[in-house]
């Protein structure tokens, strides 16, 4: 991640200290199809096995009654998620205007767009989604205005849409590109390497490329990357990602003989990865810890016998280099929260001998990187995009005119002039403009056409207090004609966390929410980057209460303020996010009507246990330690929806994927069947799980539009 809990980093925990565990003789046996103790007759969802298990973990007792729905491989539990998920979709397909919501999502799902588009050698390589594709094709051409050509064509690789484009990675000189290929958009991958002008594969392939990239040599005959070791007995698939290795693969070559470049780690609160200089001249290697600190270390890849040398390692720091003529540069919020930018001669890497260039602002600096032999920088003002150019000595020359109250991104190269920026509001589906980085002059390239009118559509940006008096900023979404007089059905979404920001962007779902009156508000919570890493450590290990409160005080905001009530009020988010709305109605259940719940982490003692969970110990803190499980008790909303007992709680629909390979669905699996054992109110708890899709969901346009028909159905069935 770095966006919903993704990618890199490892985290390692071993089993909690002072545990033991006991299991009794289950309250209904596991042959049985009568109903367990703890089912509630009164609904109709299907019934589920509670069993006698406690744990003592630091002194505490504590009961676990389904455990046995971790075990996705055993028979009984895919039994119950079949029951589960068709009782889901039967209730979720009578939702009233179910048919309407998935009509109109097709007329915006559906569309034409094309990509930004990136020079390697005289080839431009883009993307382009088709109205009548399920999913999105590269293409490339010789210089701008040259024939178009396919390149990959996902839609082509497997009858039933499993197989799905994870990344591709063109060499310099455009001959060759490397590409990344998932089954079932796992996070898992296995690296391919295709001749352009052919559009044929070469023999080359390389298996455990999960969260890998490719850094082609200057030369285009290999490139580099990060190889993981399949699951075993020796290793797991919570120990693997600090068997991450860095290394170079020479085309042509057997991968399996790939030489390491750099070693493990093995540990598993890191994740190692690396490339080479656009020159060759320097490769650089770097293991993250979590997502609060990193260590760079670099070589000269032109001297065989070279020695690494720590640019930077063991601070409590982010730093993130950029190689360009025989100079890092360097951005870092070590000493600046909301970070700065140094350079630094790989001659003379002593930290006394950097210079800062770039200065800490009043806005989070997001990214640095160089484009036409020149630095150009990203901020978040307020959770809004602006763009810099500076010389490479620093100096200010001007900033790229992008729309305000939006995110932009820009993609170029090094030595080219041209450039690309990509721009997005919450009322403006993405625009693509031509730049020119030394004049600053900007021009639309690409625009997507869509039919909905965002005209009638308005955003505002407000602050509104939280819990402890911080004032947190939030966007709200809706049609100009909306009143303020507690009848609008609201989604409250919110993320809060791993130094994800959330900014203005189109999403057409959210269209069809405002074109019903819907309201849509979007809080930039504690935990997340818009205000700098200060505002990320606010929000993280001990301090992580204050996201769920953050969150709370923007529900009792938008009541107070008129734009919903609680009857008119859900919640929603995913990953992360999921763990935010699990926290939010388990804690305060009577402040909301529904919630949406998306593959998220819920049991918070065990979640380092499971899929990518080690990767998170620096953000979240482990159960192994007697402090942090004081912490993660208290918040944990599976512990609190156990502990609670018959609670009145609003209607959930959690939203799983059966091959989420990142957060495990174990999660939401026991979330759900705590929910509903324990649920004293009328409102429906679902668990509806999506076939052939991994932690994102799934690639197939006609998917996504049942999954948003589904939730919009369900919100708008409950709230109205």
Avoid at 368 to 390: F, M, N, P, S
Avoid at 524 to 541: C, I, K, V
Avoid at 658 to 679: C, E, F, G, I, S
Wanted: include cysteine; glycine fraction near 8%.
């Amino acid at each position: 991640m770095r966006t919903l809990l993704a990618l890199a980093a490892a985290a390692a925990c071993s089993s909690p200290p002072q545990s033991t565990i006991q299991i009794k003789r289950p309250l209904v046996p596991q042959e049985s199809h009568t109903e367990p103790a703890m089912y509630k007759p009164s609904h109709p969802w299907p019934p589920t096995r509670a069993d006698d298990v406690v744990e003592t973990i630091h002194d505490t007792k504590i009961s676990d009654p389904y455990r046995w729905l971790e075990d996705e491989t055993d028979g009984d539990v895919q039994t119950w998620m079949k029951a589960q998920d068709d009782y889901a979709r039967r209730v979720l397909a009578d939702a009233p205007q179910r048919a309407e919501l998935a009509a109109r999502l097709r007329e915006l799902f559906y569309y034409d767009a094309i990509g930004a588009p990136i020079r390697r050698g005289d080839r431009f390589f883009y993307t382009r989604k088709h109205a009548d594709k399920e999913k999105t094709v590269v293409y490339w051409k010789h210089g701008d205005t040259g024939a178009e050509h396919v390149l990959f064509d996902p839609n082509t690789w497997s009858s039933d849409g499993s197989k799905g484009l994870h990344g591709y990675y063109p060499s310099y000189d455009g001959k060759r590109a490397a590409y990344a290929i998932s089954e079932h958009n796992s996070d898992e991958t296995v690296m391919h390497v295709i001749d352009v002008a052919t559009g044929k594969d070469l023999p080359d392939v390389i298996e455990g490329t999960k969260y890998a990239a490719a850094s082609w040599t200057p030369d285009g005959k290999g490139f580099y990357y990060t190889w993981v070791p399949p699951i075993s007995d020796v290793v797991t698939i919570a120990e693997r990602p600090g068997f991450a290795e860095l290394r170079f693969h020479a085309l042509g070559t057997d991968s399996a003989k790939d030489p390491i470049v750099r070693e493990a780690t093995h540990d598993a609160e890191t994740f190692l990865s690396g490339g080479i200089s656009r020159d060759g001249h320097w490769l650089l290697a770097v293991v993250e810890h979590g997502w609060n600190s990193t260590d760079v270390f670099f070589k000269d890849a032109r001297k065989p016998s070279a020695e690494w040398t720590a640019l930077v390692a063991g601070t409590d720091a982010r730093y993130d280099a950029y190689a360009w003529r025989d100079r890092f540069y360097v951005l870092t919020n070590d000493g600046a929260p909301r970070s700065r930018v140094f350079r630094v001669d790989p001659h003379q890497p002593a930290r006394g001998k950097w210079v800062e260039i770039v200065p800490q602002s009043d806005a989070a600096l997001e990214s640095a990187q160089v484009i036409g032999d020149q630095l150009v920088l990203t901020y978040l003002r307020d959770a809004a995009t602006q763009i810099e150019v500076r010389a490479l000595d620093g100096k200010l020359a001007h900033a790229i005119a992008v729309p305000p109250l939006g995110t932009a991104s820009i993609v170029g190269n090094p030595e080219d002039d041209t450039a690309y920026a990509s721009y997005t509001s919450f009322t403006e589906p993405n625009i693509i403009f031509k730049t020119s980085i030394k004049t600053g002059k900007v021009a639309p390239w690409a625009k997507v056409a869509l039919p909905v009118d965002t005209s009638s559509f308005v955003t505002e940006q407000v602050f509104y207090t939280s819990k402890d008096g911080m004032k947190i900023p939030m966007f709200v979404i809706h049609r100009k004609d909306a009143k303020q007089d507690g009848t609008n059905p609201t989604i409250l979404y919110g993320y809060g966390g791993f130094n994800v920001n959330m900014t203005p962007g189109f999403a057409g779902s959210r269209a069809v929410w405002l074109e019903r009156g819907g309201v849509y508000a979007i809080p930039n919570l504690r935990g997340g980057g818009e205000f700098g890493e200060d505002w990320h450590r606010s929000g993280m290990l001990l301090a992580k209460q204050n996201v769920f409160d953050d969150f709370i005080a923007a529900a009792e905001f938008l009541i107070a303020q008129g734009w919903t009530s609680r009857e008119h009020l859900a919640i929603s988010g995913g990953s992360n996010g999921g763990l935010l709305v699990g926290a939010a109605l388990t804690q305060r259940p009577e402040l909301y009507r529904a919630a949406i719940c998306a593959v998220p982490l819920l049991d918070m003692l065990r979640y380092h246990k499971f899929g990518s969970g080690k990767t998170w110990v620096p953000e979240y803190g482990s159960a192994a330690d007697a402090e942090q499980f004081k912490a993660l008790y208290a918040y944990s909303p599976y512990r609190r929806a156990i502990d609670a007992g018959q609670t009145k709680y609003p209607a959930v629909l959690f939203d799983s994927a059966d091959h989420d390979d990142r957060v495990d669905p174990m999660h939401a699996r026991k979330l759900a069947a705590a929910l509903q054992a324990n649920q004293h109110g009328d409102a429906p708890i679902l668990l509806r799980i999506e076939r052939n899709a991994g932690h994102g969901g799934a690639d197939m346009v006609k998917q996504q539009v049942e999954r948003g028909a589904d939730q919009l159905a369900f919100l708008l069935a409950q709230l109205k």
